[in-house]
């Protein structure tokens, strides 16, 4: 049976007038970052709902100024556009304490001269007693108009009753949309501001999808954009620039490096992205790291490539530079990109089908211990004490995404840290894991071993 596509609902009005407010409370999480700050939104942001047993998307869009010189602006204005265009609902939001002004009946002129299905609505309604703040909006000519607070609720059950009247009833199993959503890579896109990320994912993607500006901190909220090559999607998650604490004097670019790295968490793969110019700096090593410790799989972009002088020895003078800085990346892909010309920017989904596969892979217990028989022989773990050997009985995967195995021992805690990488290097070698993440646990082997008395 073929699964009917969810309707697409789009929030548009002038900034700061609760949106992503908005946003949130349909998704039911702190998707968007909100603050008392207009322009903050300045991408699409997608999201799934499900109310009352009904499924729908919806997407956040930037600040919508009909008339704006101001670059940053306009690119907003084209990018809350596009999302009307691809939507089938549109809601027109309106800011109840600023009251109408001549851009809200701009835009929703703009907003009926388009096909889709319209609501209007009053935000920042909170109680009965603001509800004469409306009447200005009566100027519109339009009805009905909705009064409500998404950040109290206040009027919202009337709205959405409505809302889902326009919608229809779920016929997904919601089941295998999960398995489907876990099978598609991950990839949180990071690094510092102004290296070229939104310009990736756009290349990638064939369409001005993300607000792409030589400002840096364009992007302030982490974007998920799905991505299809060869009949394969791919999840890829535009983050804000990350840079040092120092250097962070906005309350809201803290929220924003806070959500980068929790797209980090998120993700599968972290395509780390450092400029060719400058290559690795303390706190692209931190993001790196970060992505390290979390067990992702990890590659390596050198964006910029195409404004670099070289010659036959440069790339590889650069990535000896790069492993030198990120000793702990030493199996991580590296490869040289130019996001804006395009170069060898395709090579990233080959990258990323070949981590993704090994992140996920699975070996049996027997051809593990196989394996874990012929090192024992060769290299054994050495010795606890003077008349004590370690022993390693037995292994075994117990997960994968990202892979980890249990090694169990009679003393795990006398296994020296130059021993767990030689066996993690031989079980990337052995069993072809290439730049995927492992971790290896050891724990001590109970109800065989009884204590000898003397």
């Given at each position: 049976?073929?699964?009917?596509?969810?309707?697409?609902?789009?929030?548009?009005?002038r900034p700061n007038?609760?949106?992503?407010?908005?946003?949130?409370?349909?998704?039911?999480?702190?998707?968007?970052?909100?603050?008392?700050?207009?322009?903050?939104?300045?991408?699409?942001?997608?999201?799934?709902?499900?109310?009352?047993?009904?499924?729908?998307?919806?997407?956040?869009?930037?600040?919508?100024?009909?008339?704006?010189?101001?670059?940053?602006?306009?690119?907003?204005?084209?990018?809350?556009?596009?999302?009307?265009?691809?939507?089938?609902?549109?809601?027109?939001?309106?800011?109840?304490?600023?009251?109408?002004?001549?851009?809200?009946?701009?835009?929703?002129?703009?907003?009926?001269?388009?096909?889709?299905?319209?609501?209007?609505?009053?935000?920042k309604i909170d109680?009965?007693?603001?509800?004469?703040?409306?009447?200005?909006?009566?100027?519109?000519?339009?009805?009905?108009?909705?009064?409500?607070?998404?950040?109290?609720?206040?009027?919202?059950?009337?709205?959405?009753?409505?809302?889902?009247?326009?919608?229809?009833?779920?016929?997904?199993?919601?089941?295998?949309?999960?398995?489907?959503?876990?099978?598609?890579?991950?990839?949180?896109?990071?690094?510092?501001?102004?290296?070229?990320?939104?310009?990736?994912?756009?290349?990638?993607?064939?369409?001005?999808?993300?607000?792409?500006?030589?400002?840096?901190?364009?992007?302030?909220?982490?974007?998920?954009?799905?991505?299809?090559?060869?009949?394969?999607?791919?999840?890829?998650?535009?983050?804000?620039?990350?840079?040092?604490?120092?250097?962070?004097?906005?309350?809201?670019?803290?929220?924003?490096?806070?959500?980068?790295?929790?797209?980090?968490?998120?993700?599968?793969?972290?395509?780390?992205?450092?400029?060719?110019?400058?290559?690795?700096?303390?706190?692209?090593?931190?993001?790196?790291?970060?992505?390290?410790?979390?067990?992702?799989?990890?590659?390596?972009?050198?964006?910029?490539?195409?404004?670099?002088?070289?010659?036959?020895?440069?790339?590889?003078?650069?990535?000896?530079?790069?492993?030198?800085?990120?000793?702990?990346?030493?199996?991580?892909?590296?490869?040289?990109?130019?996001?804006?010309?395009?170069?060898?920017?395709?090579?990233?989904?080959?990258?990323?089908?070949?981590?993704?596969?090994?992140?996920?892979?699975?070996?049996?217990?027997?051809?593990?211990?196989?394996?874990?028989?012929?090192?024992?022989?060769?290299?054994?773990?050495?010795?606890?004490?003077?008349?004590?050997?370690?022993?390693?009985?037995?292994?075994?995967?117990?997960?994968?995404?990202?892979?980890?195995?249990?090694?169990?021992?009679?003393?795990?805690?006398?296994?020296?840290?130059?021993y767990r990488r030689?066996?993690?290097?031989?079980?990337?070698?052995?069993?072809?894991?290439?730049?995927?993440?492992?971790?290896?646990?050891?724990?001590?082997?109970?109800?065989?071993?009884?204590?000898?008395?003397?």
């Amino acid at each position: 049976m073929t699964r009917k596509t969810k309707k697409l609902v789009a929030l548009v009005g002038r900034p700061n007038v609760g949106k992503s407010t908005m946003f949130n409370r349909l998704a039911g999480s702190r998707k968007a970052i909100v603050h008392d700050t207009p322009g903050l939104t300045r991408d699409r942001n997608y999201a799934d709902v499900t109310i009352d047993g009904k499924s729908f998307k919806i997407v956040d869009t930037g600040g919508f100024e009909p008339q704006t010189t101001d670059e940053v602006l306009a690119q907003m204005r084209t990018q809350t556009m596009v999302a009307v265009e691809q939507a089938d609902i549109v809601v027109f939001i309106g800011d109840g304490k600023a009251g109408l002004t001549p851009s809200d009946r701009e835009i929703v002129r703009k907003l009926q001269t388009t096909d889709k299905k319209l609501f209007y609505v009053v935000n920042k309604i909170d109680s009965e007693k603001s509800e004469p703040n409306l009447v200005d909006f009566f100027e519109l000519g339009v009805e009905p108009i909705y009064s409500l607070s998404a950040t109290t609720r206040y009027g919202l059950n009337e709205f959405l009753d409505d809302l889902l009247l326009e919608i229809d009833s779920d016929i997904a199993d919601p089941t295998q949309e999960h398995v489907v959503e876990f099978t598609i890579p991950r990839v949180a896109v990071v690094g510092r501001p102004n290296v070229g990320k939104s310009t990736l994912i756009n290349l990638l993607l064939g369409e001005e999808r993300l607000v792409a500006n030589p400002t840096p901190g364009t992007t302030r909220d982490s974007i998920d954009t799905v991505v299809r090559r060869n009949g394969k999607d791919y999840v890829f998650i535009d983050t804000a620039g990350i840079r040092r604490r120092s250097k962070i004097v906005e309350q809201v670019e803290t929220y924003s490096v806070l959500k980068a790295f929790r797209s980090i968490d998120r993700s599968d793969v972290a395509l780390v992205m450092l400029d060719a110019e400058e290559l690795v700096t303390d706190q692209d090593a931190r993001i790196a790291g970060y992505a390290h410790e979390k067990n992702r799989c990890v590659i390596v972009a050198i964006n910029k490539w195409d404004i670099i002088q070289k010659d036959s020895k440069t790339f590889d003078t650069c990535i000896e530079e790069v492993r030198r800085c990120l000793k702990f990346l030493e199996f991580a892909p590296i490869v040289s990109i130019s996001a804006l010309q395009g170069t060898r920017c395709v090579k990233v989904f080959d990258l990323i089908d070949d981590l993704f596969e090994k992140y996920r892979k699975r070996v049996s217990t027997g051809r593990l211990n196989k394996f874990l028989e012929t090192v024992l022989a060769k290299h054994p773990p050495g010795m606890k004490h003077r008349f004590r050997k370690n022993k390693i009985y037995y292994a075994t995967q117990v997960q994968v995404a990202p892979p980890v195995f249990s090694f169990f021992c009679n003393y795990p805690e006398a296994i020296h840290f130059s021993y767990r990488r030689f066996l993690e290097n031989r079980l990337r070698e052995f069993f072809d894991f290439g730049g995927s993440p492992l971790k290896l646990v050891f724990k001590k082997r109970v109800g065989k071993l009884r204590n000898r008395a003397n």
